[in-house]
């Protein structure tokens, strides 16, 4: 666990002038002089603001520490026998065949062509500007996207009305660019925190805007407190102030607008406020959002302590929650405490195991046990295989979000980069057009005809990305010889460490499948007449060394 002692990070474009203490982080020799690169010395000359990854605004940026245990201590077992999901046939059998579609619900079904989705994109700037890319590429994958926490209240064209919203553009903007490319598959899910409930968004959204899902948000894995956005100009500071949020200074101090218009500061701190959870309350609210129209009532929750999730599988469980996304630490986002957002949280594998057994349980009950998403610092194929095997049955699906908007992000600057014909060297060997460059260009051409040229790059890149995915996701499952997501299950998976079997309760690599080598040894084999004499004489089968 090699982060603690950090006192420098590309997170906040520090660094340390010396090796590092082992305890403090610091440069081992400290030098009066030094005109200050760590986090230290830069907190000294900019305060707070080294709270946060750097340019704050611009970036998404994930945990640096090496926790204990990760899906990396994990391995996907492959077979050499039979097929589950299809006929075991070689010429069926194959790769191409896996079945990655999916339905999750309670009661009413949304259909998904993969089993991954992305996080919520909610009030940040580096959000709003992707909006299009990744709201037009999770349509045309068939996946679901989430409009994230804070979009109206911070919609500088939204109106609020005794303290309701009653129009918001920038909400408007974000619903209609997904159904404009709904093909029935997927969905898009507006998510609720403190403020947003208080506000009467999802209300709106439902009412206004035809939406059908909702998200209540108890919190994300990347930290442990509200939102956060910076704010320009002091007349921003005081509309946000003014519809009910936490900003700091205080704009209406007249010592603060003094100070601000005279460039001691030079931008002011928009957060949101804690959430606190109720249980009645909770389910009071689910019953309002289906009474006023929601079709799906969605939870998210973080990585906190264990009674908490067992509180989020509870509710859940009792208010027939249509999903539950657990989000575990480890993972990322683009307005967390840089430290916070290592140092604090239960990581993604405990958080699953923990999940896992707490879903059991309420089986075990006869409960209704929730669909279930896993997220935090998922971003490739086996991520997504050891995530679904791990909490198998209960996990359908898992959450993208930095990778989602890592895909969107580059394929919005390479294809400005195209059209400015500034192509970067590296790419140069795949051509000088959208069409040599962008993989799936062709594929969507056909899909889509003249419509194509209404998809943005970025979308292209989010695209491409979900199918490199899925290819990837199949083929590992051909490999374990599971060709559709039901088929998957725990023991696809076997731990490499002690460690790692202990706290998941999947088997040790050297303990893995021992019941059916025994059978295969003594039993199976020696049934059809083959090694009769293996118990009397083993070393007739041992090869000599030369």
């Known amino acids: 666990m090699s982060f603690s002692r950090i006192n420098a990070s590309a997170a906040t474009s520090t660094r340390t002038r010396t090796e590092s203490s082992p305890c403090s982080g610091m440069c081992v020799v400290c030098l009066d002089g030094c005109p200050g690169t760590c986090e230290i010395a830069m907190s000294a000359l900019r305060g707070r603001e080294m709270l946060y990854p750097q340019p704050f605004g611009q970036v998404t940026a994930g945990s640096a520490k090496e926790y204990p245990i990760d899906f990396s201590h994990f391995s996907i077992q492959g077979s050499c026998v039979g097929a589950e999901g299809v006929e075991a046939d070689s010429d069926k059998a194959i ?258 195991c923990l999940l896992y057994n707490y879903l059991n349980t309420l089986k075990e009950m006869g409960a209704f046990v929730p669909p279930c998403a896993m997220a935090g610092g998922l971003s490739l194929e086996d991520h997504i295989f050891k995530a679904l095997a791990l909490g198998a049955p209960y996990i359908s699906a898992t959450c993208l979000g930095r990778s989602s908007m890592a895909a969107a992000m580059v394929g919005n600057t390479v294809g400005e980069r195209i059209k400015k014909g500034k192509i970067p060297s590296r790419l140069k060997k795949y051509g000088d057009s959208l069409d040599h460059i962008f993989i799936m260009t062709d594929h969507l051409k056909e899909k889509y005809g003249r419509d194509f040229e209404k998809i943005p790059a970025g979308a292209i890149g989010m695209y491409s990305y979900y199918d490199r995915l899925a290819v990837g996701l199949r083929q590992f499952m051909a490999g374990a010889r599971k060709f559709n997501l039901k088929t998957i299950t725990r023991s696809d998976l076997v731990a490499l460490t002690p460690e790692a079997s202990r706290v998941s309760n999947i088997p040790y690599i050297m303990e893995a499948d021992r019941e059916e080598v025994e059978e295969i040894l003594r039993g199976g084999l020696a049934d059809n007449g083959v090694f009769q004499e293996l118990d009397k004489a083993p070393s007739r089968f041992i090869t000599s060394k030369r």
Request: glycine share 10%; proline share 4%; charged share 30%.
């Open 95 to 352: 790769f191409p065949n896996v079945d990655l579609s999916l339905e999750i619900g309670a009661k009413e079904k949304i259909k998904l062509k993969v089993p991954f989705f992305t996080g919520a994109l909610g009030s940040t700037e580096i959000a709003r500007v992707h909006w299009e890319n990744m709201a037009i590429g999770a349509a045309i994958c068939g996946a679901i996207i989430v409009i994230g926490e804070n979009v109206c209240a911070m919609d500088p064209q939204g109106e609020i009305k005794n303290g309701r919203v009653v129009r918001s553009p920038e909400m408007k903007r974000r619903v209609e660019i997904f159904k404009n490319w709904d093909e029935g598959y997927g969905e898009v899910v507006v998510q609720m925190n403190v403020e947003d409930t208080r506000l009467k968004v999802a209300e709106y959204a439902i009412e206004k805007l035809g939406v059908r899902a909702v998200e209540l948000k108890w919190g994300q894995g990347a930290k442990d407190i509200g939102g956060e956005v910076k704010l320009p100009s002091l007349k921003r500071a005081l509309q946000l102030n003014d519809r009910g949020y936490l900003v700091f200074p205080n704009p209406q101090d007249p010592e603060v607008q003094k100070e601000f218009k005279e460039g001691v500061f030079g931008e002011f701190e928009r957060h949101s406020r804690l959430g606190m959870v109720d249980e009645e309350e909770f389910y009071r609210k689910v019953e309002e959002l289906r009474e006023v129209g929601a079709k799906y009532v969605t939870l998210k929750t973080g990585a906190y302590r264990p009674r908490d999730l067992a509180r989020a599988v509870k509710f859940a469980s009792n208010a027939r929650i249509d999903l539950l996304t657990v989000d575990g630490a480890g993972g990322g986002t683009g307005m967390s405490p840089w430290r916070m957002m290592n140092e604090w949280g239960i990581p993604t594998v405990y958080l699953e």
